[in-house]
Every structure is written in C-alpha cells, then in structure tokens.
C-alpha cells in the first residue's frame, strides 16, 4: 500500500491545530488505499522516508529557519535518502509569529537537494491559525494522500 509519511515538529497548540488539520485531510473518508505514517521530527528516521512514497513536512518558523528539530531530521535521512527517493512527490506546511520567509527557503532548498517534487503550495501561517488556515492545511495533506492513490 502506498505511504504518506508525515514529519512534523509540533511545539504549541497553535502547530497541533495544523497538524491535525493536515492529518485529518490526509486520513479522510475519500482517500483510499494510503497509509498514512506520522513521525516527530526528532524520531523519524532514514527507514521511515526510504518505505514512503510521498511526505508532509511541518515545522514552525524559528530564528528566520525551519526548527532545529526538522533540520535534524534533514541531517539524518539526507545521504541514506539520496537518490532513492528523488521524484517522489512532498509538501509542507510552516507556523510563525510574524514571517515564515526563511524557514520555506530553506525547506524548498533541501528538498531540491533531494529533488522531491513539490506536489502541492506551501502553506504559510502567521498567529493563531483561522479557519482558512487549517481548512489550506487539510487540503495539503488530502492533496498529498490522494496523488498517492492507485
Ligand atoms: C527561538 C524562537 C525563534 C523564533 N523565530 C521565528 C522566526 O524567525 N519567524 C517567525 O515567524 N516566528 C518565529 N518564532 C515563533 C515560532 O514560529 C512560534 O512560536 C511557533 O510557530 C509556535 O507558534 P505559537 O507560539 O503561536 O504557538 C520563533 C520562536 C522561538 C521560540
């Protein structure tokens, strides 16, 4: 069965209510035949992105960077997954206080090393999540689970 692997640092209500929506849209009714795999970032591992076919990275903006958590996450999996899973399909949601700028240039530059391809629009929320936010979060990961449908 295909597998959407989810790598997600989740650090405050604000990042959970996105994860939830993501995972909620990856999980839902109309979506068949995908497992669905969520990791911490600090747990996931070069086994869990080498058995995936496709992944959803979530990281809150900090210090103009994704958060050291997904940075690590990158440094393990990076050599071991070279190569092997370049095409296959990922998108990526960011939380911040005021400006996400860094943290997306710095995730759309090491997928590229990757060279995973970005199969749905970053979604980029400031503050406390709004309806619009969370409903774009479920679309990402309904978007994601469903491009990995037989
Ligand atoms: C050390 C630190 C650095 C941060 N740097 C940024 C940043 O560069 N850009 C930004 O938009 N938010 C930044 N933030 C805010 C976090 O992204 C935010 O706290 C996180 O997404 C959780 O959201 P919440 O505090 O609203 O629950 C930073 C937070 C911390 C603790």
Redesign the pocket.
Known sequence: MPTLLIVHHT?????QSLFEAVLSGATAPEIEGVEVVRRAALAATASDVLAADGYLLGT??????MSGALKHFFDQVYYPCLDTTAGRPFGFYV??????T??VRAIESVTTGLGWRRAAEAVKV???PGKADTEACWELGATLAAQLMD
């Open positions: 650090p405050s209500p604000n990042c809150p903006a900090n210090l103009g960077y939380h911040g206080g005021n400006d996400v860094g943290a400031t503050g406390e």
